[in-house]
């Protein structure tokens, strides 16, 4: 399993309505699948955050699964997207190396490695999680 690597921006642009969305079921924690862009022979994938509980998330550990276009998986990677402040939303990217941005028809996360908030580890991280797309050709699940 590859680890990958990522950079944290932050922002907080007005979030576009669009009907190829996949909308997010209730959850503390919203993680929101939103851009795909390609980046030399590399994917850069862009993920928002938005921490609706008043808690903060010092590890978000991510066991997460790439499927290509025709449901084969393309690779299992770890990405830790902590710290995920209170009540904040948050601009998350990392880049998946020899991967096009086309190869890539969903992510899923097979299960929340490790979770820790200020007040220790949380054990039912992944209940908390709710998940949306708004890149029409790939969705992200749980």
Do not use: W
């Amino acid at each position: 399993m590859a680890l990958a690597s990522v950079a944290l921006g932050l922002g907080s642009p007005a979030r576009a309505e669009d009907d190829t969305a996949t909308k997010a079921e209730d959850g503390a924690i919203e993680i929101q699948l939103n851009k795909l862009e390609p980046h030399g022979n590399q994917c850069r994938t862009y993920f928002v955050i938005i921490n609706k509980d008043g808690v903060n998330y010092q590890v978000l550990k991510l066991d997460l699964v790439l499927f290509q276009p025709d449901g084969v998986i393309g690779s299992r990677f770890v990405v830790d997207l902590a710290p995920v402040k209170s009540k904040k939303r948050t601009v998350k990217l990392f880049e998946l190396a020899n991967t096009s941005c086309d190869d890539i028809g969903s992510f899923l996360i097979n299960e929340v490695m490790e979770c820790r908030a200020d007040t220790g580890p949380v054990s039912d991280c992944l209940d908390d999680i709710s998940v949306s797309s708004l890149v029409p050709k790939a969705q992200l699940t749980k």
